[in-house]
Structure formats: C-alpha cells, structure tokens
Nanobody, 125 residues
Framework: VQLQASGGGLVQPGGSLRLSCVVS????????IGWFRQAPGKGREGLSC??????????SYANSVKGRFTISRDNAKNTVYLQMDNLKPEDTAVYYCATDLVAMCSPLYRPFDYRGQGTQVTVSS
C-alpha cells in the first residue's frame, strides 16, 4: 500500500489549492480514502473521507473544513484530490492522504491505518 500526496505550497488567506494523492497497491473502487492534517504542536485532525465506489461513495467532512474543502477521486488514475478553497492561516499544516483498507469510511476522529508522506500547506500573507 502506497500513498503519495503532492500539491502543497504557500498560499495567501482566501486562496485555493488542490492536493493530489496517487495510490498504489489497492483500488479506489474497493476501498475508502481520506485526508488528515497535522499542524506543529497540534494533534492529528481527520478532514475528509470518501467511501469506495463499490460502496456508496459517500463523503464526510470535519466541521472545520465543511463548505470549503471538497474530496474527489479519479479511479482510472488511482488518484484522490482535496480541493481547498477560502484557505485560512489555521489551515497551515502537513496534509496526508490515508486509508483504512475498508469499503466504508470510519469516523474521522479515528486514525487511519495507512498513510503516505505528507505535503506542506502554508497559508500566510
């Protein structure tokens, strides 16, 4: 199981970024996929999850990002995305894509079982 996130960077408050995560070793058709972040000195925060295509494909979001972040995937490219809009300084963190290798998403407060290397997002003027 491998997950590689990319697309982070420096963005001004109110700006947007789209993170990508290429996965291998498992199929997005069969397993759920999600994102979490970790800021310096803070705990892990589950952000979003999308159930597998073969399940209901449902999505969930943390209250802190609901309405601003959107998870999506391209099964043919084995890639999941996190579109982040209206970014705030408190969104600054390292962002990771992750999976539990189960079809339906687990609650976001639970740590994911598998994660890849993260990508740094910095929101600052």
């Amino acid at each position: 199981v491998q997950l590689q996130a990319s697309g982070g960077g420096l963005v001004q408050p109110g700006g947007s970024l789209r993170l990508s995560c290429v996965v291998s070793g498992f199929s997005l058709e069969d397993y759920s996929i999600g994102w979490f972040r970790q800021a310096p000195g803070k705990g892990r925060e589950g952000l979003s999850c999308m159930s597998s295509s073969r399940a209901d494909g449902g999505t969930s979001y943390a209250n802190s990002v609901k309405g601003r972040f959107t998870i999506s995937r391209d099964n043919a490219k084995n890639t999941v995305y996190l579109q982040m809009d209206n970014l705030k300084p408190e969104d600054t963190a390292v962002y990771y894509c992750a999976t539990d290798l189960v079809a339906m998403c687990s609650p976001l407060y639970r740590p994911f079982d598998y994660r890849g290397q993260g990508t740094q997002v910095t929101v600052s003027s």
